[in-house]
């Protein structure tokens, strides 16, 4: 059977270690597979507030993401944007016994 969606997932972090770096951007589209093509039908993003900002707030996120400290205090805690995130991955079902593909 053909997959009828794909879900597109692209997290920015602090950095690259995934014992002491934190998650502070969540992006994610999902796109319907037609022919050899990808169209997009629902995206998510959002900047994500690490618990302890000051602990994130280095070089690496402002040189490379260019989040400051000050849009981190701002944005919500990844417990607010959790269920909008995972509609969007849940809608990538057709049925309760999909799979889904993560990239």
């Known amino acids: 059977r ?3 969606f794909i ?11 995934s014992k002491t770096c934190k998650i502070i951007e ?5 796109c319907r597979i037609e022919e050899s093509y990808l169209i ?3 995206e998510y993003t959002t900047i994500v507030q690490p618990r302890d900002v000051a602990l994130v ?4 996120t402002g ?15 990844f417990e607010a944007v959790a269920p ?15 799979k889904i593909l993560l990239c």
Request: hydrophobic share 40%; with cysteine.
């Open 2 to 4: 053909a997959l009828p």
């Open 7 to 17: 879900f597109l997932l692209d997290l920015e972090t602090t950095g690259l270690s």
């Open 26 to 30: 969540i992006s994610c589209i999902r």
């Open 40 to 42: 997009p039908e629902a």
């Open 57 to 60: 707030t280095g070089t690496v």
């Open 63 to 77: 040189s490379v993401h260019k989040i400051t400290s000050g849009m981190l205090r701002a944005a919500p805690l």
């Open 84 to 98: 909008r995130f995972l509609r969007v991955i849940l809608s990538c079902r057709t049925d309760d016994n999909d």
